[in-house]
């Protein structure tokens, strides 16, 4: 399995909404989806219309842990929410495939992700990375390595900040001065 990084230049997240949004609303709203929850990709695909539409928090059982997450929905998620769902039935998926009454697969959202990366210039790109760009951001603004642990369910503060590069950030810039 490759490693994937975190989309850390807030340039290139919106050169990648810009592109998809007009390419596809539906890949557009998974990335924004993505970057704004921190979910992982096999729960985000599975959500429907309903589970956002009206809602102040998204309420899932997460397919990998089996526990109960509660995420809040900020307001310019919300908006972005309202623009995405505008005329879809409420019991409609949010990411439908093209091939019947089922969500994208988890190879689709890599397609995606990884034609529009090549787009931008971006390497290292896979489905993780819109849960760890969610993170890095989130650590950039916040500061908080506890309530991201929580987030995230991780067991401890080390595996979040390796899990969102900044462990990587910290040694790289430590070595951008090193020499003998």
Known sequence: ?????????????????????????????????????????????????????????????????????????????????EYYIKGKDYDALLFPSRKGDKPISRVQAYRILNKVADTVGLEEIGCHTLRKTFGYHFYQKKKDVAMLQEIFNHSAPSVTLRYIGINQDVMDEALDDFSL
């Open 1 to 81: 399995m490759e490693v994937v990084q975190p989309i850390r230049d807030k340039d290139k997240i919106a050169e990648i909404k810009d592109i998809l949004k007009r390419q596809s609303l539906r890949d557009w709203f998974m990335f924004v989806a993505g970057i704004n929850t921190g979910l992982r990709i096999s729960d985000l695909l599975k959500l429907k219309v309903s589970d956002v539409k009206d809602r102040t928090h998204i309420t899932l059982k997460e397919a990998k842990t089996g526990k109960e997450k509660r995420f809040k929905i900020n307001s310019a998620f919300a908006k972005s929410i």
